[in-house]
């Protein structure tokens, strides 16, 4: 019998019941008991789903109020003091306390870090560290949880992040130290939680190491064998498991380890199963991620059975088939999609739908493919719809993705020149002033937004509304004295859905929600087909903008690495392809503002760095990809028109070439909170053209004072030349308030006065 499991299931529930019970409780309007009942609730709901699908193991501990690593620190004892968490803390209070900095009944404290998990849109919670840090098992809820998933008649796998992963992923702020010293007091722990899953009679258990799909120091790779090696337990099963990449150099480490069996991310490490198997010893077992935990797309089960077979032969019951990594990372079921066309539908599988996918994997394998001839005619079919569908593969949008030639990748005269010309045209200040695009969206806004969306009122209502906001919006900025002045953004619901819902061969669902951190979800667009823009986008908004100042409005888009990153891509193209596809769809867009008089264009590229590889080997490729589609969509424009680039974080020092290589004519970046620090990276790299490092935090409703900014302009002022200086906020200014922003933004512009007072008169040209 082929083994069938899962690696974790998404734990926010269809209808997002998760977040709202969440929420509820920290607005107070539950109690804690109402929110345990919403959890019991979600885990037996997922549990059945996973049995009724006919999975052998199920995973228990996948489930987590906020994040899982959170809960790893907190069933470690890994609690900074601050907290004053204490025994009388409900464990649930405590991860919000930890992961909020506040929960209900405890004074405040400053939350932990929050930061990406690998590659993908999800963010966890940093461990923190001290000096000597001593951990002890503190919480039990993993194996509660074993109780319950069996009271309910469940077979179980409890799933652990793993020591090194979870040391890996931590920070000490005590100072630097090696966090490899803290193994002697953090293995006893792990052998703890073990002698309790056995005790328990736990067959198998599931310890993620997921860094082993990243480049490790040597030392890393040493100390996988000896904690391993102290991790033994006789009756207890563990499966070592790895995802989001292939194993590298890692492989013969992952195979020779002390652990009953493997998992490996089979679909983006498909190459390395041969290897794998030809290195592990030949009584553990291996489990093959075949079905892609990251993306959207039903599996081709034909082709699978067709590479699985023969492994099934030579493996026998040795092999275990699950999805590549656990399916928190994609929408829970499709069949609440009923908005969604048949054809489209048909292309798709969430969480739900690949538990069916595995089932029928393992099914066909044990019994033959006539076992489920129907099923598999199923899959066959959507597959080969996907294959032919014109709705995905448009010659005309193709022949002009072949077409890009080096001159469509190049501005027509270098930097130095064409920003002459620049401020000859634009009669700026020295140090301009600018804000990064969107004004607060206020609840009025987004209600008129939704009750068009819904039908309520009409098209001639809603642009009337919209462009009345937009008319306050430039008269605010021309009254307290802004020099570039931006539209503000109210018709964008979200800078990426924004964008898809105007461009061909991208789809939207209703419910297709994945957890971003915490509470927050977000609902990715799909990009099922080949990208073209059927008519301009924003050019209305930004033409009318324009018309009613005398000053520079900025086009506003989003760039096209940052649409592929915050979309599920197809994956049957390379992503790069997709990308140059909305590269030049953007490109168009970007030459209609030209043609209508808009002299700056700024193309937001919020997630580029993000989207970097796990494997530093890989960036290069990555990051040549990404800046060619940056450079089509922007350089169309002739020399006079100047653009602009924003990217809301700010660790470039690794990635400088590539930002310089963007050839922007001015970018905009985060760095107040780091107090300009951050501009080291400029020092270093001399980085050619214009910068406006963001000079107040727009994630906090903190008014800056005027002798702050003062002084951090003048810091930047050691790092790049005044002239080539832009005063901003570090981002968006959706998410507040107007009396916030009023302020925040007057004292923006006197201290850029204050400045230009200081540091000279007019800019040249
Ligand atoms: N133009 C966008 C805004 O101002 C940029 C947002 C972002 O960088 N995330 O909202
Ligand atoms: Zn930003």
């Known amino acids: 019998m082929t083994t069938i499991h899962n690696l974790g299931f998404p734990r926010i529930g269809a209808q997002r019941e998760l977040k709202l019970a969440v929420e509820a409780y920290w607005r107070g309007e539950t109690d804690r008991d109402r929110l345990l009942e919403t959890g019991r609730e979600l885990r037996a709901r997922h549990w059945q789903q996973q049995a009724d699908a006919g999975l052998n193991l199920l995973p228990v501990g996948d489930f987590s109020w906020y994040d899982?690593?959170?809960?790893?620190?907190?069933?470690?004892?890994?609690?900074?003091?601050?907290?004053?968490?204490?025994?009388?803390?409900?464990?649930?209070?405590?991860?919000?306390?930890?992961?909020?900095?506040?929960?209900?009944?405890?004074?405040?404290?400053?939350?932990?870090?929050?930061?990406?998990?690998?590659?993908?849109?999800?963010?966890?919670?940093?461990?923190?560290?001290?000096a000597g840090q001593s951990f002890h098992l503190a919480d039990t809820r993993l194996f509660d949880e074993i109780i319950e998933a069996r009271a309910q008649g469940h077979n179980v796998k409890p799933v652990l992040l793993g020591p090194l992963s979870f040391l890996w992923l931590g920070k000490s702020h005590d100072g630097e130290f090696d966090r490899l010293s803290l193994l002697d007091a953090l293995v006893p722990v792990y052998q703890q939680i073990l002698e309790r899953l056995q005790a328990l009679h736990i067959e198998w258990v599931q310890i993620d190491e997921p860094i082993l799909a990243l480049d490790l120091p040597s030392a890393w790779q040493r100390a996988f064998e000896s904690v391993y090696t102290r991790l033994q337990l006789r009756g207890l099963n563990k499966l070592l498991t790895v995802y989001f990449g292939p194993l590298r150099d890692n492989l013969q480490l992952a195979c020779s380890l002390p652990v009953e069996g493997l998992h490996i991310d089979a679909v983006r490490g498909a190459d390395e199963i041969g290897t794998v198997i030809d290195w592990l010893p030949d009584y553990r077992v291996l489990s093959l991620g075949v079905i892609d935990g990251r993306n959207v797309w039903r599996a081709d089960l034909d082709t699978l059975l067709d590479r699985l077979e023969p492994l099934h032969e030579r493996l026998g019951d040795r092999l275990w088939l699950a999805p590549s990594c656990s399916l928190l990372h994609v929408p829970v079921d499709l069949e609440q999609e009923t908005d969604l066309d048949d054809e489209l539908r048909s292309w798709l599988a969430f969480a739900v739908q690949k538990l069916d996918e595995l089932a029928i994997l393992g099914k066909a394998l044990d019994h033959g493919r006539a076992a489920c001839a129907e099923a598999l005619t199923r899959a066959r079919a959507a597959c080969n719809s996907r294959r032919q569908s014109p709705r995905i593969h448009r010659p005309e949008v193709r022949q002009r993705c072949e077409s890009v030639d080096a001159s469509m990748t190049q501005r027509k005269r270098p930097f130095g020149q064409r920003i002459q010309t620049q401020h000859a045209r634009l009669h700026l200040p020295l140090l301009p002033t600018t804000t990064i695009g969107s004004f607060p969206q206020t609840a009025e806004i987004r209600q008129t937004r939704r009750r068009y969306r819904q039908g309520e009122i009409g098209e001639a209502v809603y642009h009337e509304a919209m462009q009345a906001e937009i008319g306050r919006v430039i008269a605010f900025q021309e009254n307290i004295g802004l020099d570039v002045l931006v539209h503000g953004e109210p018709e964008r619901n979200d800078m990426v859905e924004y964008f898809g819902e105007q461009l061909q061969g991208f789809a939207f669902t209703r419910h297709g929600w994945v957890q971003s951190y915490g509470s927050r979800c977000v609902k990715p667009p799909i990009i099922y087909g080949d990208v073209s823009r059927p008519a301009p986008m924003t050019v209305d908004w930004i033409r009318h903008?324009?018309?009613?100042?005398?000053?520079?409005?900025?086009?506003?888009?989003?760039?096209?690495?940052?649409?592929?990153?915050?979309?599920?891509?197809?994956?049957?193209?390379?992503?790069?392809?997709?990308?140059?596809?909305?590269?030049?769809?953007?490109?168009?867009?970007?030459?209609?503002?030209?043609?209508?008089?808009?002299?700056?264009?700024?193309?937001?590229?919020?997630?580029?760095?993000?989207?970097?590889?796990?494997?530093?080997?890989?960036?290069?490729?990555?990051?040549?990809?990404?800046?060619?589609?940056?450079?089509?969509?922007?350089?169309?424009?002739?020399?006079?028109?100047?653009?602009?680039?924003?990217?809301?974080?700010?660790?470039?020092?690794?990635?400088?070439?590539?930002?310089?290589?963007?050839?922007?004519?001015?970018?905009?970046?985060?760095t107040s909170r780091s107090h300009m620090e951050l501009l080291?990276?400029?020092?270093?790299?001399?980085?050619?053209?214009?910068?406006?490092?963001?000079?107040?935090?727009?994630h906090s409703p903190n008014v800056p004072k005027v002798e702050d900014i003062v002084t951090l302009i003048e810091k930047a002022m050691q790092y790049i030349p005044i002239e080539r200086l832009w005063i901003n906020p570090d981002c968006g200014l959706k998410t507040r308030d107007w009396p916030e922003v009023e302020a925040a933004l007057r004292n923006m512009v006197s201290a850029a006065r204050i400045l230009r007072e200081r540091y000279g008169a007019e800019r040249a040209g």
């Open 680 to 698: 080291d990276a400029f020092r270093e790299f001399e980085h050619p053209n214009e910068i406006g490092p963001g000079v107040y935090d727009i």
């Open 545 to 670: 903008a324009q018309s009613l100042t005398q000053r520079p409005v900025k086009g506003m888009l989003t760039g096209p690495v940052t649409m592929l990153n915050w979309s599920f891509a197809r994956d049957d193209q390379p992503r790069a392809e997709t990308c140059r596809q909305i590269a030049l769809a953007l490109r168009d867009e970007v030459l209609d503002l030209e043609a209508a008089g808009i002299g700056i264009i700024q193309i937001d590229e919020a997630a580029l760095r993000e989207g970097l590889p796990l494997r530093r080997g890989d960036w290069q490729a990555y990051l040549d990809k990404a800046i060619e589609a940056f450079r089509i969509t922007a350089s169309g424009v002739v020399d006079e028109t100047q653009i602009h680039t924003h990217m809301c974080y700010s660790e470039f020092n690794d990635i400088m070439p590539a930002i310089a290589a963007m050839d922007a004519d001015v970018i905009t970046i985060e």
């Open 68 to 130: 899982q690593v959170l809960d790893t620190s907190l069933m470690l004892g890994v609690i900074p003091p601050r907290f004053a968490v204490t025994n009388d803390t409900h464990p649930v209070d405590a991860a919000f306390l930890l992961a909020r900095g506040r929960a209900s009944g405890l004074p405040p404290a400053a939350a932990c870090e929050m930061t990406k998990w690998f590659d993908t849109n999800y963010h966890y919670l940093v461990p923190e560290f001290q």
